[in-house]
């Protein structure tokens, strides 16, 4: 089964950047619905961000918003998170979801919301 291969993680400082990005494994039929959910350690997953089918809806969580930014090529089939000014309470491991329904990217959005993960990335950041 297809599923999102995320990459991009890492160590960097507080203040620094990094950038996420997630790809198919294989050949799949458009995600229509992406985004980023992260887990620090001890703590429950999180949304962080969502974006729509053309990339014209976008959604943050308020502790990211301001400092990252989703976006997505549909030619690809990839999205991306450019996360700046980043923060040791960033630290987690980033997930990237996909679903291949069309939603509404307009408030917080749940797991149940998306039916495809990846395995994850560490990013951590330190002070």
């Known amino acids: 089964q297809v599923h999102p291969v995320e990459s991009g993680g890492g160590l960097v400082q507080a203040g620094g950047s990094l950038r996420l990005s997630c790809a198919p494994s294989?050949?799949?039929?458009?995600?229509?619905?992406m985004g980023w959910f992260r887990q620090a350690p001890g703590k429950e997953r999180d949304f962080v961000a969502a974006?729509?089918?053309?990339?014209?809806?976008?959604y943050y969580a308020d502790s990211v918003k301001g400092r990252f930014t989703i976006s997505r090529d549909n030619a690809k089939n990839t999205v991306s998170l450019q996360m700046n000014s980043l923060k040791p309470e960033d630290t987690a491991v980033y997930y990237c979801a996909a679903d291949r329904t069309y939603q509404p990217v307009v408030a917080t959005m749940r797991e149940s919301d998306f039916g495809s993960w990846g395995q994850g990335t560490q990013v951590t950041v330190s002070s």
């Open positions: 294989g050949r799949t039929f458009s995600w229509n619905t």
């Open positions: 974006i729509n089918w053309n990339g014209g809806s976008t």
